[in-house]
């Protein structure tokens, strides 16, 4: 246990996807439809929710159309580090 949760987690993620897409210098929407996703699915993602309350979590599809489409590793994508999982997600 490392005391980080996963919501820190996905924060971090959702500030990866932003500042990845921005140096890819594409708009939500362009990276959205790259990825085979809803642009509001994607503005969710970078917000780090899912719906309303709940912190995102996107399949690994998703998260592999996204790093086919922003041209970088899931490595690269998803924070170096592992987050204490709440039971919920188990």
Known sequence: ????????????????LRRLRSEAKLSQEQLAHAAGLAGFT????????????????????TLLGLCQALGVSLAELLPAWVPDVPPRLS
């Open 42 to 61: 994607y503005q969710k993602f970078e917000k780090g929710e899912s719906r309303p309350g709940a912190p995102m979590n996107p399949g690994l599809a």
């Open 1 to 16: 246990m490392n005391g980080r949760t996963y919501e820190d987690y996905v924060d971090e993620l959702s500030g990866n």
